[in-house]
């Protein structure tokens, strides 16, 4: 397994990340530790993303299982044996809520979360009792405070616009103060847009005694690769300006992108490929944008990419986007072990795609640009 520097920071990551948002409701802790002990034993993987809101769909019967399970987790490990991976070897990056004012459960006051200085803080506190570690290696803002049109929704509206927004610069400020308790390491962004990214980086760089971001965890695969690419994120994110390591959420849309869910009628006892269980048909609604008629077109595409070149869909899929050079580390989400070896196996073939299938894959871009957003 391949390790990268995040950002302007000292945290060696590797280029694969267990993320977890599954867990808790699709998974078991049984489940999840098994995929834990092979993806650090067996693979090399030192990199683990969580949230204070997961697993998800978030609700309050649920949340904060999967904290529980990762603590669970690290507590196993503490007694070393050969390979163990003791805290200090883990990278582990949470996530402190963006403003809802549908998620209630998640504060002590019963209301709505916002990125507060208090709202930073309570998260915080709270996401180190639940994980049963005192630091936090990577804290990030799930999604801004301000209004931003995001998860698939349309163009930017004013009028949408937050008068109570909290200023940059008060969360910021929290960030330093938690570093300075050592109750985190570093702080990053996550569905952030352009003018978010550069305008943390240009407050935190005019006072020297502030943190910088130092990544931004965005959604990023064959099917939403624009907003990234040419919407202005690259050129913010580059080591040359704001120096900002992308970690790629949802490399498979949601699970579309392996093809899965090709024949909606389809079912594992007539030999089809669709699996009741599986994210996108286990929660109606749940990242409906993936299953538009343009995007089915697009994974039809790419899915014969695949097939021309000899492998499966999620090996390219993921394969392309570990092979991207402003990717800092992609975001895995696997619900089964065998899940979790197609993932990384695809690490492997990231390193020898030929320039056939990389054109081939540009060729289908070229026709569908943004296939969830129509």
């Not at 060696?12 to 002990?37: F, H, I, P």
């Not at 308790?181 to 407050?203: D, Q």
Request: aromatic share 8%; with cysteine; proline share 5%.
């Amino acid at each position: 397994m391949g390790f990268t520097t995040l950002g302007s920071s000292d945290l060696r990551v590797s280029e694969v990340c267990l993320g977890t948002m599954t867990w808790g409701e699709q998974n078991t802790m049984e489940e999840v530790c098994a995929q834990l002990d092979a993806a650090f034993d067996d693979h090399g993987i030192n990199f683990l993303d969580t949230a204070e809101m997961y697993p998800v769909p978030t609700k309050a019967e649920t949340q904060g299982f999967t904290d529980r399970t990762v603590g669970a987790w690290l507590r196993s490990r503490g007694g070393g044996g050969s390979g163990a991976a003791r805290r200090h070897e883990v990278v582990l990056a949470t996530k402190v809520a963006g403003a809802s004012d549908r998620i209630t459960w998640l504060r002590k006051s019963g209301e709505g979360t916002r990125v507060s200085r208090a709202d930073i803080m309570e998260s915080v506190d709270a996401s180190l009792r639940r994980l049963g570690t005192d630091y936090i290696d990577l804290l990030q803002i799930h999604w801004p405070d301000r209004y931003v049109p995001l998860f698939g929704a349309g163009a930017y509206d004013p009028s949408l616009e937050r008068e109570d927004a909290v200023p940059l610069l008060e969360q910021i400020e929290a960030m330093r103060d938690l570093v300075e308790a050592g109750k985190i390491r570093h702080f990053g962004l996550s569905n952030e847009t352009p003018w978010g990214v550069a305008e943390f980086h240009r407050l935190a760089t005019e006072v020297p005694s502030l943190p910088r971001p130092i990544s931004v965890q965005n959604s990023y695969s064959l099917l939403v690769r624009s907003d990234f690419e040419s919407g202005g994120l690259s050129e913010v994110c580059s080591p040359r300006n704001a120096n900002v390591g992308l970690l790629a959420y949802s490399p498979l849309a949601g699970g579309i992108l392996t093809g899965k869910y090709a024949d909606n009628d389809a079912t594992p006892a007539s030999g089809g490929t669709l699996n009741p269980e599986a994210r996108l048909n286990l929660f109606p609604g749940f990242m409906s944008r993936y299953k538009q008629s343009l995007a089915v077109d697009a994974v039809a595409a790419y899915a014969a990419v695949a097939t021309k070149h000899g492998v499966s869909p999620t090996e390219l899929s993921l394969a392309w986007c570990y092979s991207r050079p402003w990717v800092a580390s992609t975001i895995i989400g696997a619900t089964s072990l065998s899940q979790l070896e197609e993932n990384v196996a695809a690490y492997q073939l990231s390193k020898t795609m030929t320039p056939e299938m990389l054109e081939d894959i540009d060729e289908v871009y070229k026709r569908y640009r943004d296939p969830s957003r129509t």
